[in-house]
């Protein structure tokens, strides 16, 4: 579910019953069930969620307080292309840019962005295609990220779970380098100032990595 926490000690569920979704939802129609709802962010005048869960991503309005389905046919996979027709798998993270959505898409090991009205894949080879090599976008590989955030130069940091790693990838260069390494588990990140806010999950803390 998702929902929302005011000043005053008081919180109202927003979208969701507490049921998980079990059905198909095809892009375009609404649903009152959500499937494992990782990620939001405000992006392009509406909320955006990650739903891992059926391998899609969701809008929610809040002036009708219809959740709907946006993007991912809900098959799991790697597939570019329009919103309708694009496959994800296990999008997790969210994060607005300049014009574009990035999405770290976890069972792809990948990095997507979405631009208008087009998916496409930054890193990432594929459902199987998984580990730790820097260099051109093309050839870089992650393992499983969860997070992905925004840097102050336009680069974007993702949280590479599995390789207990925080990576950059350049979109300019389209380059990938790797800004941290032996973190246990980093699931999510934060960008504060001029330090990157790391959620390390396994050793149920937060580190800050110099930028």
């Known amino acids: ?20 979704l079990r059905s198909r939802v095809a892009p375009g129609a609404a649903a009152a069930e959500l499937s494992t709802p990782w990620d939001l962010t405000w992006w392009d005048g509406r909320v955006v969620v990650a739903m891992a869960g059926n391998h899609q991503l969701w809008t929610w309005d809040p002036a009708t307080g219809t959740a709907r ?5 809900t098959d799991e ?11 994800f798998a296990q999008p997790s993270g969210l994060a607005a840019g300049d ?9 792809t090991s990948a990095l997507r962005e979405v631009r ?26 992650f393992q499983h990220p969860l997070g ?12 590479d779970t599995y390789n ?22 980093p699931s999510d990140v934060l960008v504060d ?15 800050r990595v110099p930028l």
Do not use: C, I, K, M
């Open 193 to 207: 100032g001029d330090t990157l806010v790391v959620v390390e999950s396994a050793a149920h803390r937060l580190v």
């Open 99 to 107: 014009g574009v959505l990035w999405v770290a898409d976890a069972e």
């Open 69 to 73: 389905a946006w993007a991912g046919t």
């Open 1 to 20: 579910a998702l929902s929302t926490y005011a000043v005053s000690p008081t919180r109202s569920t927003v979208a969701g019953t507490g049921t998980q």
């Open 116 to 141: 208008g009205e087009l998916v496409a894949t930054a890193v990432g080879q594929g459902l199987f295609d998984f580990g730790h090599r820097d260099g051109p976008a093309d050839d870089a590989l």
């Open 148 to 159: 992905v955030a925004v840097l102050p130069d336009g680069s974007v940091a993702v949280a």
């Open 164 to 185: 207990g790693a925080v990576r950059r990838y350049d979109p300019v260069t389209r380059t990938v380098s790797t800004l941290a390494r032996d973190l246990a588990e």
């Open 77 to 87: 996979g790697l597939r570019d292309g329009p919103p309708d027709a694009a496959f």
